[in-house]
Structures are given as structure tokens and as C-alpha cells.
């Protein structure tokens, strides 16, 4: 009951006034424009009005019911004008709001599908809602087609002989309008309505800072290459020809995969306009299906492009976690294994020397105990930091986990190894820690790797000493050689 309350007061406040009435204007806008692209009565080229009314339920939910009603209502007095199909105006009110309920309970039934297939779906899965918007996009499109030439054909607009006519051209018209639109219209009202975000598993329809012009450049090659594809078909009308318009696929990836998700889908809209205003003053009605066709398969394959740099951030992100440390930012433990193993391999390769150091810093937990986790947190991320800068490039530093820490230094033995660790250590117990009065000092174990052993046995060794070290008092250095 407060939640339908909720809704209603959200329905009469000024702002959704305003949004209905913005809605309505531009339905209206799109609807007109779609009438100048009929090819044949009741049957565009496509049917922009039907993304939109699409995008409105997904994001207003029944919220845009009556001003959608409305717009049916308008577009049908409207389109009766055109037709002149002598209804009286009771009739047409009876047409308008049987088309209307037809074409409204069917794309809100639709979009609330998708709304909670969408919504159950869990993160990283854009493909999936991609592939879930494009089924019941489609399937919502055939089944207003099939209703709304029903409910044209009871009221009396058309002859129920026309339905078999007209539904087919009906659908394609607003499925290629659903595919390509629904996106850009969502994309658009996802700056007022933030809870769109969530919904797009990571594609970002935010403007970004990316060159303008270069974008600019390639929008200018789809048109080029398409007016030239149509003026060809018109030169040519052989409907093979009209067949060429696929080709435009090719600019339309490279905008998907190196601009981004907004400017992408802004430019399968234009392409999807200009096929129809081309269509129309060409006079290219004959493969007008082609076309249809050719709009709605490319923007389908646009939508699973959109989704790879979506995954490919992702992707980097994993990396990126599963390779640093997240505290200290130093190799991982997994990271650092992965590593090591190869380090060896190629020691033993090339018959070089490598060393293995590892150290805990001593009596750490004493700084949790009685500074808190974050000075502890601080003072881990202090020492990786001051360790860092002490070491070659070749070096491999990790944590092990804790306060302990690994070091693998190629081309290093132990002598070399022991020194090292003799250095770091004094470099430890001068590390003024920010958050704590605490001098630190640690304890190192050194080996230099036998050729003999893996880096399991590598390890327990290394570890030993560092054992070694704790229980002989720690603050020292325990080296034993391979
Ligand atoms: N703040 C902080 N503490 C951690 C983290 N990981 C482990 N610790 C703590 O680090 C302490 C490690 O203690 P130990 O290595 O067992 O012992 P110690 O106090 O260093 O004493 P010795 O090693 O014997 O010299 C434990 O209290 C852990 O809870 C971390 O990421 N942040």
C-alpha cells in the first residue's frame, strides 16, 4: 500500500509531469516521422515510436501507461486524418484505445519480463542480458504486431483480408525500431533515472573523455558508405544489389569495439535513419524487407560487440587482483610462484645462480594489538614500499601473506643473497612508520637455489632459516648454502 502510495505521488510530482509530457512529444515526433516512412498503409520501414514506448516501461514501469495510451489514441485520430477512413469519432476513440491497449500491455509485458530477467541475472553477465533483450525484444515486437493489426481489424480500420498482409511488414518495422532504439533511448534516460546503471552490468553510456574527432571521422565514413550503397541499389535495381547494405556492418564493429557503448549505439541509430529517409526519397520500397532485416541484424551483432571491452576491463581488473597483493600492491603469492618457477627454469637453463629470500617482521602483531589493523595496515604498506625501492629491477618481491614477504633475485648467490638480506634488514629497522612511534626489525632466512630441487623444496628450505632466525632472537640473517 505506501509503495503504491509512493508511486502515485511520484506519478503528480513536477518532475514526472514534465518527463510524461516529454515523452509524449517525442512518441508523437517518432510516430510522425515513422508515417513518412511508410511503404505501404500501416507498414513502415521501421517503427521508432515502439523503442521508445519499449525503453519508457523498462525504465518508468506503469508509471508511462496513460501517456502511452494517449500517444496511441492521438496517433490514431491523427493517422485517420491522413487516411480518411470516415470513422466517425467514437469509432476512432474505440480504434485508439484497442490499438493502444494492444501496443501498450504488450511492450510493458515485455519490458517487465525483461526488467526481472535483467534484475536476477548476477554481475559480469552483459552478454546474457544482451542476448535476454534481444529474445524478448523480438517476441515483444511480433506480438504487438500480431495484436495491434488484430485490434485495427475489429475497430474497423482495416480488412480482417488485410491482416495477412500487414502483420509481417508490421513486425519487422517494430523490431528493427526495438533493436536498434531501445539502447540509445535507454542510454539517454539512464542520466535522469541512475538505477539503469545496474541494470547494464558495466556498459557505460556516460559520456567519457575520448577525442571527438576521430569518432567524427569514422561516423562520416558509415554515411559515406552507405548513401554510396543505396545510391548504387538505385542505379542497380537488381535485388541483389540491395544485399550490400550488410557491409556496413564492418564500420559499424570498428565504432563498437573503439568508441564507446553511447556514441556506438548513437551511430547504429543514425545508420538505422538514414536506410529508412534513403529508402523513402529512392523509392527503394521493393526491398524494403532487406533493409529491415539488415537493421535489425546488424545492431543485434553491435549489442555483443558492446560487450567485449565491457569484458575486457573486467578481464584486466581480474588480473590485475589475482597478480598484486591488494594491500601492498607487491606480487601476489600466486603471482609470485608462477614467477619463480620460470625464474628457476631459466637459472637452470642458463646455469646461473639464484637465491630465495624470505622474512617476517618481528613481533607485528603487537602493532595491531595496540595501534589498531590500520596502523598495522600502514605499516605493511610502508615497509613493501621502502623494501621496493632497495631492490634491482630484475628482483621479485611478494607477500606471502601476513607480515611475511619473499624476495627472488635472478643472477644472485648466496653470498650475494646474504648480503642483500643483511641490507634489508637495516633498512627495515629505519623505517619511521607513520601511524605508530615503532621501530621495526625483522628476520630473514637466505638459500640459494640447488639445481637439484624444485621450488617446493626450494621453499621449506628458505623457510627453516627463517625459522631459525625467529627462534635464535630474531633481527638477523640465517643463510645456509644449497
Ligand atoms: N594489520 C594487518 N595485520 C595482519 C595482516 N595479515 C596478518 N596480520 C596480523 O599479523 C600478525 C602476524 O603475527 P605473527 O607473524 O604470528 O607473529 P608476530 O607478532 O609477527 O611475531 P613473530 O613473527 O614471532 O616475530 C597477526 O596478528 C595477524 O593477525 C594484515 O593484512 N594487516
Redesign the pocket.
Given at each position: 500500500m505506501g509503495s503504491f502510495r509512493n508511486q502515485l505521488n511520484i506519478f503528480f510530482s513536477a518532475t514526472e509531469m514534465l518527463r510524461s509530457i516529454l515523452l509524449l512529444l517525442c512518441w508523437l515526433l517518432l510516430w510522425r516521422l515513422a508515417v513518412l516512412m511508410e511503404y505501404a498503409p500501416h507498414a513502415s520501414i521501421w517503427f521508432p515510436p515502439a523503442g521508445l514506448s519499449f525503453a519508457a516501461f523498462l525504465v518508468m514501469g506503469l508509471r508511462a501507461m496513460p501517456v502511452l495510451l494517449l500517444c496511441s489514441i492521438i496517433a490514431t485520430f491523427w493517422v485517420d486524418n491522413m487516411y480518411q477512413s470516415e470513422q466517425d469519432w467514437l469509432q476512432l476513440a474505440n480504434s485508439g484505445i484497442l490499438f493502444g491497449a494492444a501496443h501498450c500491455f504488450t511492450y510493458w509485458l515485455g519490458a517487465s519480463l525483461l526488467r526481472s530477467m535483467v534484475k536476477s541475472l548476477v554481475a559480469d553477465v552483459l552478454p546474457k542480458a544482451i542476448l535476454s533483450f534481444l529474445v524478448i525484444g523480438s517476441v515483444t515486437a511480433l506480438t504487438a504486431a500480431l495484436l495491434g493489426t488484430q485490434a485495427l481489424a475489429i475497430s474497423g480500420m482495416i480488412q480482417s483480408s488485410e491482416v495477412a498482409d500487414i502483420w509481417l511488414p508490421w513486425w519487422i518495422g517494430d523490431l528493427a525500431a526495438t533493436i536498434v532504439l531501445t539502447p540509445l533511448f535507454l542510454g539517454l534516460l539512464s542520466w535522469r533515472y541512475p538505477q539503469i546503471d545496474s541494470w547494464l552490468a558495466g556498459l557505460d553510456f556516460h559520456l567519457q573523455d575520448q577525442p571527438l574527432q576521430p569518432y567524427l571521422i569514422k561516423q562520416g565514413i558509415c554515411i559515406l558508405m552507405l548513401s554510396a550503397i543505396m545510391l548504387l541499389a538505385y542505379a542497380f535495381p537488381y535485388p541483389e544489389v540491395s544485399f550490400a547494405v550488410f557491409f556496413l556492418i564492418i564500420p559499424q564493429m570498428w565504432m563498437v569495439y573503439t568508441e564507446t557503448a553511447f556514441r556506438a549505439t548513437m551511430s547504429l541509430a543514425i545508420f538505422s535513419v538514414l536506410t529508412a529517409i534513403w529508402v523513402a526519397l529512392l523509392g527503394l520500397m521493393e526491398q524494403a524487407l532487406v533493409y529491415q532485416f539488415a537493421i535489425t541484424v546488424i545492431a543485434a551483432s553491435a549489442y555483443f560487440g558492446l560487450a567485449v571491452p565491457v569484458l575486457a576491463a573486467h578481464n584486466k581488473q581480474l588480473r590485475k587482483l589475482a597478480l598484486n597483493d591488494g594491500?601492498t600492491q607487491v606480487a601476489s603469492r600466486m603471482y609470485f610462484f608462477e614467477r619463480a618457477e620460470q625464474e628457476i627454469a631459466r637459472a637452470r637453463r642458463y646455469q646461473q645462480p639464484v637465491s630465495l629470500i624470505l622474512f617476517?617482521?618481528?613481533?607485528?602483531?603487537?602493532i595491531?594489538d595496540d595501534y589498531g589493523?590500520t596502523a598495522?595496515?600502514t605499516a605493511?604498506v610502508q615497509v613493501a614500499e621502502k623494501i621496493l625501492t632497495d631492490l634491482r629491477q630484475s628482483d621479485l618481491f611478494g607477500r606471502f601473506?601476513?607480515?611475511?614477504f619473499m624476495l627472488l633475485l635472478p643472477n644472485s648467490d648466496l653470498q650475494h643473497a646474504t648480503d642483500t638480506a643483511e641490507r634489508l634488514r637495516q633498512t627495515l629497522m629505519r623505517i619511521a612508520l607513520t601511524q605508530t612511534p615503532r621501530r621495526l626489525s625483522g628476520?630473514f632466512g637466505v638459500i640459494e637455489v640447488n639445481p637439484q630441487e624444485n621450488l617446493q623444496q626450494a621453499f621449506e628450505r628458505v623457510d627453516a632459516n627463517l625459522l631459525q632466525a625467529?627462534r635464535q632472537g630474531?633481527n638477523q640473517v640465517v643463510s645456509s648454502p644449497s
Amino acid at each position: 500500500m505506501g509503495s503504491f502510495r509512493n508511486q502515485l505521488n511520484i506519478f503528480f510530482s513536477a518532475t514526472e509531469m514534465l518527463r510524461s509530457i516529454l515523452l509524449l512529444l517525442c512518441w508523437l515526433l517518432l510516430w510522425r516521422l515513422a508515417v513518412l516512412m511508410e511503404y505501404a498503409p500501416h507498414a513502415s520501414i521501421w517503427f521508432p515510436p515502439a523503442g521508445l514506448s519499449f525503453a519508457a516501461f523498462l525504465v518508468m514501469g506503469l508509471r508511462a501507461m496513460p501517456v502511452l495510451l494517449l500517444c496511441s489514441i492521438i496517433a490514431t485520430f491523427w493517422v485517420d486524418n491522413m487516411y480518411q477512413s470516415e470513422q466517425d469519432w467514437l469509432q476512432l476513440a474505440n480504434s485508439g484505445i484497442l490499438f493502444g491497449a494492444a501496443h501498450c500491455f504488450t511492450y510493458w509485458l515485455g519490458a517487465s519480463l525483461l526488467r526481472s530477467m535483467v534484475k536476477s541475472l548476477v554481475a559480469d553477465v552483459l552478454p546474457k542480458a544482451i542476448l535476454s533483450f534481444l529474445v524478448i525484444g523480438s517476441v515483444t515486437a511480433l506480438t504487438a504486431a500480431l495484436l495491434g493489426t488484430q485490434a485495427l481489424a475489429i475497430s474497423g480500420m482495416i480488412q480482417s483480408s488485410e491482416v495477412a498482409d500487414i502483420w509481417l511488414p508490421w513486425w519487422i518495422g517494430d523490431l528493427a525500431a526495438t533493436i536498434v532504439l531501445t539502447p540509445l533511448f535507454l542510454g539517454l534516460l539512464s542520466w535522469r533515472y541512475p538505477q539503469i546503471d545496474s541494470w547494464l552490468a558495466g556498459l557505460d553510456f556516460h559520456l567519457q573523455d575520448q577525442p571527438l574527432q576521430p569518432y567524427l571521422i569514422k561516423q562520416g565514413i558509415c554515411i559515406l558508405m552507405l548513401s554510396a550503397i543505396m545510391l548504387l541499389a538505385y542505379a542497380f535495381p537488381y535485388p541483389e544489389v540491395s544485399f550490400a547494405v550488410f557491409f556496413l556492418i564492418i564500420p559499424q564493429m570498428w565504432m563498437v569495439y573503439t568508441e564507446t557503448a553511447f556514441r556506438a549505439t548513437m551511430s547504429l541509430a543514425i545508420f538505422s535513419v538514414l536506410t529508412a529517409i534513403w529508402v523513402a526519397l529512392l523509392g527503394l520500397m521493393e526491398q524494403a524487407l532487406v533493409y529491415q532485416f539488415a537493421i535489425t541484424v546488424i545492431a543485434a551483432s553491435a549489442y555483443f560487440g558492446l560487450a567485449v571491452p565491457v569484458l575486457a576491463a573486467h578481464n584486466k581488473q581480474l588480473r590485475k587482483l589475482a597478480l598484486n597483493d591488494g594491500l601492498t600492491q607487491v606480487a601476489s603469492r600466486m603471482y609470485f610462484f608462477e614467477r619463480a618457477e620460470q625464474e628457476i627454469a631459466r637459472a637452470r637453463r642458463y646455469q646461473q645462480p639464484v637465491s630465495l629470500i624470505l622474512f617476517d617482521v618481528d613481533h607485528f602483531k603487537q602493532i595491531n594489538d595496540d595501534y589498531g589493523h590500520t596502523a598495522g595496515d600502514t605499516a605493511l604498506v610502508q615497509v613493501a614500499e621502502k623494501i621496493l625501492t632497495d631492490l634491482r629491477q630484475s628482483d621479485l618481491f611478494g607477500r606471502f601473506g601476513g607480515d611475511e614477504f619473499m624476495l627472488l633475485l635472478p643472477n644472485s648467490d648466496l653470498q650475494h643473497a646474504t648480503d642483500t638480506a643483511e641490507r634489508l634488514r637495516q633498512t627495515l629497522m629505519r623505517i619511521a612508520l607513520t601511524q605508530t612511534p615503532r621501530r621495526l626489525s625483522g628476520s630473514f632466512g637466505v638459500i640459494e637455489v640447488n639445481p637439484q630441487e624444485n621450488l617446493q623444496q626450494a621453499f621449506e628450505r628458505v623457510d627453516a632459516n627463517l625459522l631459525q632466525a625467529k627462534r635464535q632472537g630474531r633481527n638477523q640473517v640465517v643463510s645456509s648454502p644449497s
